[in-house]
């Protein structure tokens, strides 16, 4: 059944790189002008009528976020992740809060988080986990946290980090220097 | 006699809009000052010491060690510790961990609002140099330089033990009159509040929480 569903999706939407990830996942990647179609068809017709949740990756070399849409079907069990690549500079996607109401939660972190503009979702600019947030958003990797984190809290003096190997050599051979030869 | 080292008789409370300034109150806190004979302020002292209410606010994951310490295993009642759900009625607040900025933002309403006299205790590594979050873009490394600190308890996190063994020795120190740090708060109030929002960029509420 699902194999069927996946030619059709193959011809109708052109998805590629369709993965299965036994027992119950499988993944499929499809273009941004068809994502929003696709899902809602999938949500439709072909009863994955669940979001598990929306999820993001920054492909920081190839310059794209990469979406992931994870789709429920209680009927048969399957878990359906619908991946979507965007653009990183002025990232932005259809919204799909029309299709699952909560989806509008996923897609405010994802503003904050990402800095990826959903359109027409509700509430989309409101402060969701940072509040007066004024950097570059955090989730993105070129996004600096150590520098950003000594910059605005500071450091306080005399803490010292130890690497575990190199501390307990010393800790267990203490005449040798911490050499264990 | 304690005085507060300021250059305005009042706050500014620039935060708040035009309407809301009329709501709030704009005075400065005061420092306590202990009574002028000494054998009635080391009763009150005593009496301080032995009922210890907690703010049951959990900030972090050190609070978890909260529980089992209310629970018949190590039972702080024994102590006068009893939990408060209301920071008007507690006088300790145990800072339970890791402290985000918008974590930070409730912690100084609270304590703003928690009658004298006061006590912090920061639990576990992180209020003091940031422990395993030092790099996080979101959680203060150093909580002492928002709110003054009368008691470390350092561990990652602590055991239930280590936090009586802290409240053991947090009512030695009111009974010997060492615990100051609400006074100490509002002597220094401009620089604790000068630190604060700087951290805390969407300050809008009251300079100090009456």
């Given at each position: 059944m699902m194999s069927e569903l996946l030619d059709r999706l193959v011809r109708d939407f052109g998805v590629t790189d369709i993965t299965e990830r036994p027992p119950a996942i499988t993944t499929l990647k499809v273009s941004?002008?068809?994502?929003?179609?696709?899902?809602?068809?999938?949500?439709?017709?072909?009863?994955?009528t669940h979001l598990n949740f929306i999820a993001c990756t920054d492909?920081?070399?190839?310059?794209?976020?990469?979406?992931?849409?994870?789709?429920?079907?209680?009927?048969?069990?399957?878990?359906?992740?619908?991946?979507?690549?965007?653009?990183?500079?002025?990232?932005?996607?259809?919204?799909?809060?029309?299709?699952?109401?909560q989806a509008w939660t996923y897609q405010r972190e994802l503003r904050e988080m990402y800095g990826i503009h959903f359109p027409g979702s509700p509430r989309l600019e409101e402060d969701f986990c940072l509040e007066g947030w004024d950097a570059m958003p955090p989730m993105r990797r070129d996004f600096d946290?150590?520098?950003y984190s000594a910059e605005r809290f500071g450091h306080r003096e005399g803490r010292v980090s130890l690497v575990?190997?190199?501390?307990?050599?010393?800790?267990?051979?203490p005449n040798r220097g911490g050499d264990e030869s | 006699?304690?005085?507060?080292?300021?250059?305005?008789?009042?706050?500014?409370?620039?935060?708040?809009?035009?309407?809301?300034?009329?709501?709030?109150?704009?005075?400065?806190?005061?420092?306590?000052e202990p009574y002028p004979i000494k054998a009635i302020e080391d009763?009150?002292?005593?009496?301080?010491?032995?009922?210890?209410?907690?703010?049951?606010?959990?900030?972090?994951?050190?609070?978890?060690?909260l529980r089992p310490l209310m629970t018949a295993r190590f039972d702080a009642s024994r102590?006068?510790?009893a939990g408060r759900p209301t920071p008007r009625q507690s006088s300790v607040f145990i800072i339970g961990g890791y402290v985000s900025v918008k974590t930070l933002k409730r912690i100084v309403?609270?304590?703003?609002?928690?009658?004298?006299?006061?006590?912090?205790?920061?639990?576990?590594?992180?209020?003091?140099?940031?422990?395993?979050?030092?790099?996080?873009?979101?959680?203060?490394?150093?909580?002492?330089l928002y709110l003054p600190v009368d008691l470390y308890v350092t561990g990652c996190m602590p055991r239930p033990e280590a936090l009586l063994g802290a409240i053991l020795e947090l009512q030695d120190d009111i009974k010997a009159g060492k615990c100051d740090g609400a006074n100490r708060y509002i002597e220094h109030f401009d620089e604790y509040k000068a630190n604060q929002k700087k951290v805390i960029k969407d300050w809008n509420m009251p300079d100090y929480n009456w």
């Open positions: 941004k002008e068809n994502g929003e179609r696709l899902i809602r068809e999938l949500r439709d017709r072909e009863g994955f492909w920081i070399e190839d310059g794209i976020f990469r979406l992931i849409y994870m789709l429920h079907n209680y009927d048969s069990k399957q878990n359906l992740g619908v991946h979507i690549d965007i653009k990183r500079d002025h990232a932005e996607m259809t919204s799909i809060h029309t299709l699952w109401a946290t150590a520098k575990p190997r190199d501390h307990m050599k010393v800790q267990l051979y | 006699m304690k005085k507060t080292p300021s250059t305005l008789s009042t706050l500014e409370n620039a935060g708040l809009s035009a309407e809301d300034q009329l709501l709030f109150s704009n005075a400065r806190p005061r420092p306590y009763f009150a002292n005593w009496a301080r010491a032995n009922s210890l209410w907690i703010l049951a606010f959990g900030t972090g994951c050190c609070s978890i060690e102590f006068g510790v309403r609270s304590y703003e609002q928690m009658q004298g006299p006061k006590f912090i205790i920061a639990l576990g590594s992180c209020p003091a140099n940031g422990g395993m979050y030092f790099d996080s873009y979101n959680t203060i490394n150093q909580f002492d």
